[in-house]
């Protein structure tokens, strides 16, 4: 009697490391949460979660004799594109039997359409797109703030930090965005705002998106013109996705859903809603990669 | 009989330190050039180069019983207006006689105008501006990159490649602009221009503006947006400037002669020549600091 075998989809980002135990027959029989696992932002620690939610999901199994070595596993990461850090996640000891490498774009684009061909737009912290056509990969955008990642959580804060500055410099006018960003960061003293600033990373800077995602909703005419720009950004990459003959294009992450309201109706009919998450489309791929007995 | 006075002017910046030796009667002794001068960036080698710079001074007058204890001297620092930098300048075991610590925007300005009274722009790596009216001083921009320093030669430079970035991701249309920006780079792959840029700072930014100043000549569509969109912040600011009561502004650094050919006439008309250079402005402080023999 052949062995019965279990797939590992992990889902590895800049915050949490997600996993997701399936038996042969596709059944879900436990899942994983830990913590960071972005190989470019720190290697060691995103080994440690991934083996801490592995360790997880298998404890939660609670299966006979199931272990760790036992497993098919297909890790989906931040930064594995470029060739160096896929180098340092395929030499890490993982204690699995077997291991795929590919992107946490790659996973969430077979996640969110329950096949291999797709398109996904990511709107999070940081932005990015990817799409898989006739079996060719191409990814769009996620060059990374400041240079790219438009329309991400980073980049609105960021404008809208950049906006208030002038307007406290009298070089624009201040509206109740401006306020609110002053509120937010406890100050209007702009010596002191970029005496803080100096420090930002990208998360810092999307923590003050809301400020500004709110502030559309009340119709402040800064706020707005961000969010313009933004969602010009994000169709341009949307219809170069359609372009490229994605039939099936999804709009995932955290913010999501503030912008897909915000499309042209023209827009809008491209999209298709994510079907599974990201951690699931790792588990298709495992069971894909390594379909042999 | 009364001591001969000397006073010294350094204007400290981010690539070079520059000293200027006077003696009582406004005569240029002798000048001094050093390295890196900026306690934001570096404050140890900041140090080093002020002693250096004012030490070949002091070394080129060649004036019999002439050493660093008989100077009175300004200091022109960057990042000084913050607090913690003051203090860290201000505690220096400098081996001079009396010692004043300023902006290098402060200096700048008084160069510029020769009289304590003006307006400075200063567009260079980074941009910032600075007006004294009724001796009261007030910095407008100077934020730093990437939340600040628009019309700058790192935005300048990060605006292009950005726009490359998007162009490359067929997300807008190719120039000229965009072909020049991949030669500089040495490659047209997004991949690898990413990879460079994580680590890029605010000069390696600014090593890329003479692609775009130089487009903006052959009337490439984009690298125009871009100096337009740079042009309407400084002239936004000299406005501002102007709204102050500055009755002489000045706009200094290396990219001021690309800036000032673009400006609108009514703009242009507010603009008066830099009548000398920061550090002159620096050895007019320290004598109007300690005029007492």
Redesign the interface.
């Known amino acids: 009697m052949a062995q019965q075998r279990y797939f590992l989809g992990i889902d590895g980002g800049g915050t949490k490391c997600k996993a997701r135990l399936e038996n042969a027959n596709g059944e879900l029989l436990a899942e994983g949460l830990a913590g960071p696992a972005n190989p470019v932002q720190n290697a060691d620690l995103a080994f440690q979660s991934i083996v801490e939610a592995a360790h997880q999901a298998v404890q939660a199994a609670n299966i006979p004799g199931l272990t760790e070595e036992k497993l098919s596993v297909c890790l989906g990461l931040a930064g594995v594109?470029?060739p160096a850090y896929r180098t340092i996640a395929e030499n890490w000891p993982l204690p699995f039997r077997q291991v795929k490498v590919t992107t946490d774009l790659h996973v969430a684009c077979v996640g969110a359409h329950g096949s291999p061909e797709g398109a996904i737009v990511i709107t999070g912290t940081g932005s990015s797109s990817f799409a898989s056509v006739n079996n060719v990969h191409t990814a769009?955008?996620g060059?990374?703030f400041?240079?790219?990642d438009k329309g991400s959580g980073a980049w609105l804060g960021?404008c809208g930090?950049?906006y208030t500055?002038?307007a406290l410099?009298?070089?624009?006018p201040s509206t109740p965005m401006v306020s609110a960003m002053c509120r937010a960061l406890g100050t209007d003293n702009?010596?002191k705002i970029?005496?803080e600033?100096?420090g930002?990373t990208s998360r810092d800077y999307a923590r003050l998106a809301p400020v500004v995602v709110n502030h559309v909703y009340k119709h402040d005419p800064i706020a707005t013109t961000i969010m313009e720009d933004g969602k010009t950004?994000l169709e341009?990459?949307i219809l170069?996705l359609s372009d490229l003959g994605a039939k099936r294009i999804s709009v995932i992450g955290g913010l999501s859903s503030h912008w897909t309201g915000w499309f042209t109706p023209h827009v809008q009919q491209l999209l298709s809603p994510a079907l599974n998450p990201p951690e699931m489309g790792a588990v298709v791929l495992a069971r894909q990669a390594f379909k042999e007995a």
């Open positions: 594109n470029v769009i955008g060059h990374g400041p240079l790219g960021w930090l950049s500055l002038e410099d009298k070089l624009r702009t010596r970029v005496g600033a100096l930002f950004y341009a990459v170069r």
